[in-house]
Structure formats: C-alpha cells, structure tokens
C-alpha cells in the first residue's frame, strides 16, 4: 500500500505525520470515506465538493484546489492498483504547539488512503439488521453542525459503544427532543405506504452521498419522497426502513428497539432501491486511468 501525504507517496510503515498535529491533538480537520467500482469512483465530485464545504466552515484552507484533490485521489488509485477500493481523505490543520490556536498551524496535513474494501456480509442484506437507539443524541446543530464532516467523530464513537455492547452493530441517533437524526455512520429512511420519508438536513444529520443518490433515484422511479421530522414511533410503525452510506451502500432494517418492521424482511422498495443503486455505482462518477 502506498499511501499520499502533502503530495508524496508513502510505504504504510512510513506513512507518518507529526504528533503536534492539531488533526490529532483536537481532531481539528475534515475528511470523507469514498468508494471505487470497479475503477470508477463513485461521486467524487460530490465527495471533494463537500470535503472543500466541511473545511471553509472551519476556517481551513485546504492547500490544493479541488481539481487537483480529484487528481490526487485518482493518482492515489491508480498506483496502489486497485479497481474495487474504499478511500479516505482526510486534511488536518496541520503541525502546530500545544494550545488552540489554529492560526499557527501553517500547513494543512494533506493524506489519502486507498485499501480494499471490507465489504458488509451479505446476508446482512438478504436478512436485514437489527438495530436499536441509544441513550447519546446527536450533537446539536448549533453547537457542533453534523454536516461538518470532521475529525471529531466521538458523539458517533459514543453511541456506536452503546450499540455494540447492547449485542447490535448500528445505532439509531436522536436529537435533543427526541426525533430521529441519523445513525453513527449512516443516513435513515422509512417507507409507509410505497412514499420515502427521511429526516430533514436542518435537524442536525449529514448530507449523506448516498442519501442523495437514493433521492435521485426515488424521483426516477417515481416514488414520492419527504423530508419530514420523525418520532420513534412512527419508524415502529412504518412499513420498511433502510439505512445509506458509503460503506453500506443501502442496508434493509428489520428490527428496531425490540419491534419488528413490517413484514420482518428486506422490503419491496428496499429491494427496488439496492438493484438500481447497485446498476448506478459503476456509471456516475470519475474512471481512474491505470494507463
Ligand atoms: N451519517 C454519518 C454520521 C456519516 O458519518 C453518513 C451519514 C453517510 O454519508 P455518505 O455520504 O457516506 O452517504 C456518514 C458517512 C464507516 C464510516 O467506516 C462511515 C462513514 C464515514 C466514515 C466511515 O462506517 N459514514
């Protein structure tokens, strides 16, 4: 594996930065997690375009323009040869002392990694998951924005904990009154009635990509889509629900809190959802040139 830091390839074993990066000291710094299909990279643009939206609201200036970040992880790619890939690119504020202030870190830490894919098991889609909500609530938009996609991912870390020690891989998240937000890594719809309903970005969850391409393609296949605030009990009593991400893709949920969903399988439009995402992954995004 080689792996890209401030424009130079590393081994893995010498793929090191400063312990004096604040990316480390305060987790001030952005990233994002993206696939590639195939040899094509899904979304890129998006995923750059949000990338540039997470910094600028921290007052970080990423150090190359968002052609050559393109350029960078299609290059980061190509030499580690891998067609099928998750890759993570991550800017950080950079190397500075032990206090705050990130006017003195000159130099933003520039890194993308590309590994293989660990890929979730397939039955976890055949069957659906089970998951549960947990007793830590999303951050408040107006303390520490969810669409900010930074370093500091412990209010996730935290409610994935609770999950995992209760038995359960996903956690379901809620914001301060109690209505659904998102999960640790992952975006949340129901399905009542053949119609789409997933939480609105304004209460504190991120613009997830995939969450957007399943918009896009609920508005192809016709399917009516709402942005709507929801309680625990409408998610119980809906006919299916379905969690987007990167790394999951789309997931069918069976289970929540102990209530089974439906008919306590993957559901119809589930189903219709993951065939025809699975149809667009290889079509819109960025070919790498092996050469
Ligand atoms: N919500 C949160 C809080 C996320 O972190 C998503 C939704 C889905 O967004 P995208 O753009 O991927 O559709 C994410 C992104 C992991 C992992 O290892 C997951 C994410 C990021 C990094 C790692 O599971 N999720």
Redesign the pocket.
């Known amino acids: 594996m080689r792996v890209y830091i401030n424009g130079r390839f590393f081994p893995k074993e010498e793929a090191k930065i400063s312990v004096f990066d604040h990316g480390l000291l305060y987790g001030d710094g952005v990233f994002e ?1 993206i696939r590639c299909y195939k040899g094509v990279v899904f979304k890129l643009r998006e995923h750059i375009d949000r990338l540039f939206e997470s910094a600028h609201s921290l007052v970080l200036s990423i150090p190359l323009s968002k052609e050559k970040m393109i350029e960078a992880v299609l290059e980061t790619v190509k030499v580690n040869r891998l067609k099928d890939a998750y890759i993570r690119v991550v800017v950080t504020r950079g190397e500075g002392d032990l206090g705050l202030d990130p006017y003195k870190c000159k130099h933003p830490t520039v890194i993308i990694i590309v590994d293989k894919i660990a890929l979730y098991p397939p039955q976890m889609y055949k069957q659906g998951l089970e998951i549960i909500t947990v007793p830590t609530i999303r951050n408040l938009p107006e303390a520490l924005n ?1 669409q900010i ?1 930074s370093l500091n991912y412990l209010n ?1 870390i935290l409610a994935k904990i609770e999950a995992i020690n209760a038995g359960y891989q996903e956690a379901i998240m809620l914001d301060s009154m109690g209505y659904i937000a ?6 949340i719809f129901l399905v009542k009635k053949k119609e789409l309903y997933t939480p609105p970005q304004c209460m504190g ?2 613009r ?4 957007d391409t399943v918009l896009e393609l609920a508005s192809q296949l016709g399917i009516p889509v709402h942005e709507h605030v929801l309680t625990r009990h409408e998610m119980y009593i809906s006919d299916e629900v379905f969690l ?4 999951a893709e789309i997931v069918p949920v069976v289970k929540v809190d102990g209530r089974v969903i439906g008919t306590g399988k993957p559901g119809e439009i589930t189903l219709r959802l993951i065939e025809e995402f699975r149809k667009l992954v290889t079509r819109e995004g960025i070919k790498v040139d092996y050469d």
Do not use: F
């Open positions: 997690g969810p996609k996730n998102e999960c640790t890594g992952d975006n969850t991120l997830g990509i995939t969450r987007t991400g990167t790394a």
